[in-house]
């Protein structure tokens, strides 16, 4: 299945390279179980969104390994990808650019049609670019969050609400980025999502972020000052800290690191499916 990767850092730009290439299981050792497409966003200064994407593994791709050990933001988000719906095109690649903020979704649903049809009475069709259910999901999200004046929370609730009671869902676990706050959520229970905190500074000085194996001795000093947040789908050191999101939960994290959790859906999926529902393509990249 697809694996997620979010993390916020508060005010201070930092790189990710340590979670993203050096961690003992980092997002590019994930990627060679997930062959179809890498991506990662991050935004520039003054706020503004910036995706390098392509379809391949991010193990094999020099690109991706370059953007992880230059880049540096407040906020990341990253994907790498299992294809159950669309072409293995940059197009269909997460994450998704829409009104400044960023997404990528883990999961399945179906019903395209029908939301094809919800999407086009908001008029929004227009944001969709690609093939997926995921960037579909996420327009779906944008026009609640315009017609709730900016509010993404709500934005979210009202957009999985009407999934959830809409169509048929495998799973909806997703991460949403701007520079300055994340929003994750893990809905059903059908696919872990998890969550660590990091704050170098209490109770004692913490030491660098460490990976040690037999040949290689991988440290990383700047993010292991630096308190932040992060969301993967599954742990990516052996941090005791790291905590699965319970079903339902949606998790932000705001500009100061301040963490929030809701409960807006207590309830199962109206049509919830399972991997017997699914066509054989979709069902094999869905398994954990």
Known sequence: MCRLFGLHAGSRPVRATFWLLDAPDSLSVQSRREPDGAGIGTFAPDGSPKVTKRPLAAWEDHAFARDARVLRSTTFLAHVRYASTGALTVANTHPFE???????????FSGLAALDGRLRSLEVMDL???QTDSERFFALIT?????NGGDVTA??????SWIAAE?????????LT?????????????HGLY???RDPVAPAPAAPLDARSKRIHSRSTELAG????????????????WRPLESGELVHVGPALTVASTFPFPDAPAHQLTLADLDPAAAESQRP
């Open 178 to 190: 701007t520079a300055t706050d994340v929003w994750a959520l893990r809905y059903p229970a059908t």
């Open 167 to 175: 169509l048929p869902v495998f799973s909806l676990n997703f991460i």
């Open 195 to 197: 969550m660590l905190r």
């Open 128 to 130: 969709v670019q690609g």
């Open 98 to 108: 829409q009104d400044g903020r960023l997404f990528a979704h883990n999961g399945a």
């Open 143 to 147: 026009a609640e969050v315009r017609c």
């Open 226 to 241: 630096s308190p932040h947040v992060l969301f993967a789908t599954e742990p990516m050191d052996h941090n005791p800290g």
């Open 155 to 160: 934005g979210i609730t009202r957009a999985v």
